[in-house]
C-alpha cells in the first residue's frame, strides 16, 4: 500500500522556485551533483518522485544514500529528506561521498542532521580522475583527514567497478582500493564496497590485504556463491531496490540464504528506485518498498525483519548516540 502523493517535500508544482530538470544543464546540488534526466539507453526518465509508502511497523536506517544528489523536479534539503523518511519509519541514514565535494558534503550534513552518519572515499570510478590529474595522493590524504569526524563511520563507498572503467586505469582502481582498506584499518572504520561486475577480484584482494573487522558489500550484486563467501566471513550483504527487479532472481536467491544478522537495507539514492517506480527519483523515504519485498523473499514477518535490520545497521556501524 502506498500514498497517491509523494511526501510534500518532493511535490513539485509550476509555482515552485526550483524547475524541472533538463539534464547535464539543469539545477546543480549542493556538491555540484546531477542526476540526468535520460537513462543510460537515453530514454528520458519520468522526474516525478514516487507516492510514499505505507510507514513500516518498526524504525529502520537507509544503509546507503547519497543527499548531495540532486533529482527529480525539485530540491530537498538534508533535513527535508530525513523528516519524510522518518514519517514512513526511515529514521536514519548513511550518507556516502564518492569524490572529494561529496565528501565534504557529509561532513557538513552530519553536523546538520544527527539522525546521519557519513562515509567518505573515491569511488573507484572516480579514483583514475584524481590519478590522471596528479591529485591520487592529496585526494586520498583528504578522505583520510575528513574520516576523523566523530560521525563518520566507513571508509566508502570504495572498491572495483569492472563495468565503467577498463584498461590501465583498472590498475589505480585496485591500488585505490587497497589504500581505502588500509585507512579504514588503522582507523577501526567499516569498509564500504562498490562491486560492479568485479566479485573475484573484490573477495581477492579483500583476502590479500587482509578485510577490516567490519565489511560491507553495498547494493549487493552477487549471488548464492558470493553471499556464501560474506557468510563465512561475516561481511554485511545491503540490499537496494534492485532485489525487487524482475530480472534479480541472484539477489533474492542471494538473500534467502544471507546470514540474517549480516543483512541491510538500502536505496542508493537517487538511484536504483524499486519496482514499480525504476527509473524514477529514489529518496531514502522508499526503504520501505524494498523491506516489504525482502520480507516476501524471506517468509518473515515484517516487525521482525525491521528489527533485526535495524540492529544490524547498529553492528555494522556503530550507536546513532
Given at each position: ?86 514519517a ?11 569524490d ?13 542532521d ?19 590529474r ?8 583528504e578522505?583520510?583527514?575528513?574520516a ?10 570504495t ?58 558489500f ?18 554485511f ?32 539514492s ?12 529514489n529518496a ?38
Open positions: 500500500m502506498c500514498a497517491s502523493l509523494p511526501p510534500a517535500a518532493y511535490r513539485w508544482t509550476e509555482d515552485d522556485d526550483v524547475a524541472p530538470l533538463a539534464g547535464a544543464d539543469g539545477p546543480r546540488g549542493v556538491a555540484g551533483e546531477v542526476r540526468a534526466a535520460h537513462d543510460e539507453s537515453g530514454r528520458k526518465r519520468r522526474l516525478e518522485y514516487p507516492p510514499a509508502p505505507e510507514p513500516l511497523p518498526v524504525p529502520v536506517a537507509d544503509n546507503h544514500t547519497h543527499l548531495n544528489f540532486r533529482d527529480g523536479l525539485v530540491e530537498v534539503g538534508v533535513r527535508e529528506a530525513m523528516d519524510a523518511a522518518e514512513v519509519g526511515v529514521h536514519r541514514a548513511v550518507q556516502v561521498g564518492c572529494l565535494p561529496s565528501s565534504r558534503f557529509t561532513v557538513e550534513a552530519l553536523d546538520a544527527d539522525r546521519l552518519l557519513g562515509a567518505v572515499a573515491l569511488h573507484p570510478n572516480d579514483a583514475p580522475r584524481y590519478a590522471a596528479g591529485e591520487f595522493e592529496s585526494a586520498l590524504a578522505i583520510e583527514e575528513l576523523a569526524h566523530p560521525r563518520v563511520r566507513a571508509i566508502g563507498e572498491g572495483l567497478d569492472y563495468y565503467r572503467t577498463h584498461g590501465d586505469a583498472l590498475e589505480i582502481q585496485r591500488e585505490s582500493f587497497r589504500r581505502h582498506i588500509d585507512i579504514a584499518k588503522r582507523l577501526g572504520l567499516t569498509l564500504q564496497i562498490h562491486d560492479r561486475e568485479a566479485h573475484d577480484d573484490v573477495v581477492r584482494l579483500l583476502r590479500e590485504e587482509g578485510a577490516p573487522e567490519r565489511v560491507v553495498h547494493c549487493f550484486s552477487g549471488d548464492e556463491e558470493l553471499a556464501r563467501i560474506c557468510n563465512e566471513n561475516g561481511w550483504l545491503s540490499f537496494a531496490g534492485t532485489l525487487t527487479f524482475k530480472n534479480a532472481d541472484n539477489l533474492r536467491r542471494a538473500l534467502a540464504i544471507a546470514e540474517p544478522s549480516r543483512v541491510l537495507v538500502e536505496t542508493d537517487p538511484f536504483l528506485t524499486p519496482q514499480p517506480f525504476r527509473g524514477r527519483p531514502s523515504y522508499m526503504v520501505p518498498y524494498t523491506v516489504r519485498a525482502m520480507a516476501e523473499v524471506l517468509g518473515s514477518d515484517l516487525a521482525e525483519l525491521c528489527t533485526r535490520l535495524g540492529e544490524n545497521t547498529v553492528s555494522a556501524y556503530g550507536s546513532w548516540d
